[in-house]
């Protein structure tokens, strides 16, 4: 399944890239799932924030879905489908090991919440992935 994934990722990544309103190839496969990303990321946030209540079921698949896209960031900006439209910027490339370790330290830190049991361990835990979201966003996502 996997080797299928990558293999589509490399077959979307030689497509040309459109607006980002129909954006298509792997311009609209990060998109999506950044946007799962985000639905997981709501979840833990309204834990954290005490407008539910600890939910391990809940952190489990929320790790599940970023643990599931951590890796394949690496491979979701190639040089051609950044800029234009898109809200990825050229600096990516420029800084493509930089870059790759934000994306390594956001799937460590995804890792590490997934051995929190309480919501006093979780907090810190979801503080520390939201952080990694936003450094990388704050430096090379242009909106
Ligand atoms: C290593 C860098 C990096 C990390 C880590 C990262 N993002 Fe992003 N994200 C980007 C970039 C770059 C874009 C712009 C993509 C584009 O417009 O093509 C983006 C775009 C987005 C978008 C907008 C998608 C859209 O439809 O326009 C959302 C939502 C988002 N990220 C959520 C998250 C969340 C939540 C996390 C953490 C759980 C996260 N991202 C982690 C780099 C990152």
Redesign the pocket.
């Known amino acids: 399944m996997r080797l299928i994934h990558y293999a589509m990722i490399a077959a979307l990544a030689a497509a040309p890239v459109q607006a980002?309103s129909g954006a298509t190839g792997i311009?609209k496969t990060?998109?999506d799932a950044?946007?799962e990303?985000?639905e997981?990321?709501r979840g833990l946030g309204m834990m954290t924030r005490g407008m539910m209540p600890y939910d391990a079921e809940l952190q489990a698949r929320a790790v599940d879905i970023?643990l599931t896209h951590a890796p394949e960031?690496e491979d979701w900006?190639p040089e051609e489908s950044l800029g234009g439209d898109?809200?990825?910027l050229p600096l990516?490339a420029v800084e493509r090991d930089a870059?790759n370790a934000?994306?390594v330290e956001?799937e460590n830190s995804s890792r590490a919440l997934a051995d929190a049991t309480t919501l006093e361990e979780a907090q810190p835990l979801i503080q520390a992935?939201s952080d990694?979201?936003s450094s990388?966003?704050r430096r090379?996502?242009d909106d």
Request: glycine share 0%; proline share 0%; aromatic share 14%.
């Open positions: 980002h311009v990060r998109m950044m946007k990303m985000r997981a990321m970023l960031i900006f898109s809200e990825a990516i870059f934000i994306a956001f992935v990694t979201c990388c966003h090379y996502q």
